[in-house]
């Protein structure tokens, strides 16, 4: 039997933002990427769509290469070894998320707070990443995958996963707490069900009615669009609609003392508030992405908490009406690109 091996692989390549009604990703044939010393190439089985991508398509997040191939919720199987790697071998099904890199020294990077660091870099946005059938990372920025999750379902909790949970902890839910999310896609969907595991109660608010009954079929305490008004008050509050007047809508359904977590890469400007408004010790913070503790302690938490992912799959042809569909809405909870 003669084994041919090929050079070439296909990808979804953006060489200009533009809308992502004008199609902006190109479906190329492109070579295969070599890995260098403490890198490994990964097989690709599929790969998340995150609403980054489509910052990152239509320039809302200024281009760092001239072209790229975006996509960070990566699963699939370290398939070649460069120098020196030593944390895995060939087969190991692994994950690659948004945080591609970091320097390792600076302060930031010394005190646990690796998402902060002023030279981090990013799959699909500095890298080319998981919307093509091979891609590189470094050894020390991936993660060995030990759920029984099949490729499709672990692939949300990559990113979406990863930085929900971390905007859940800053956020100080817990037991007893009254929890709002604001915007039901891809994060909401899985931190809801982590937040009613720890014993909070989940309001839930969402522009499409597909979005509210995922969130009710969820468990979710309450229900309502967005600019709804809860039954009661709020203690914290979660937000992932990149849309700064919906910040504001948080801040007015807030209890004294409750927090705002912001997980958007991404938003337009906050309109202005009112003191009185903010005033009895609520507070606003933003959440930078994850780190790779916050990957690791998810993990840890899934073998006591089990999680469901919904998701639609398309294939790598459909990438950009995957993304059309999801800036429009019309996607129930997690896109995944499979690439098998």
Known sequence: MIVVYTKMMKAQVLRKPKKIEEKPLSLEEVRKPEPLADEVRIKVHCCGICLTDKHICEGELPAKCSKIIPGHQVV???????????RFKLGDRVGAVWLASTCGSCRYCLSLRENLCEKATFNGWDHNGGYAEYMVAKEGFIHLLRSEMTDEHIAPLLCAGVVGYRSLVISGAGKGSKLGLYGFGNSAHIILQIAKYIGASVYAFARSEGHRLLAKKLGAAWVGDINDYPPERLDQAIVFAPAGEVVKKALLDLDRGGKIAINAIHMNDIPSIRYADLYYEK????????TRKDAQDLFSFLKECPLHTEVEIFSLSQVNEALLKQKQSKMEAAG????K
Do not use: F, M, P, Y
């Open 336 to 339: 995944v690109i499979s690439i």
């Open 283 to 290: 507070s606003i913070q933003s959440v930078t992405h994850g």
């Open 76 to 86: 699939g199987v370290v398939e070649a070894l460069g120098r020196g790697i030593n």
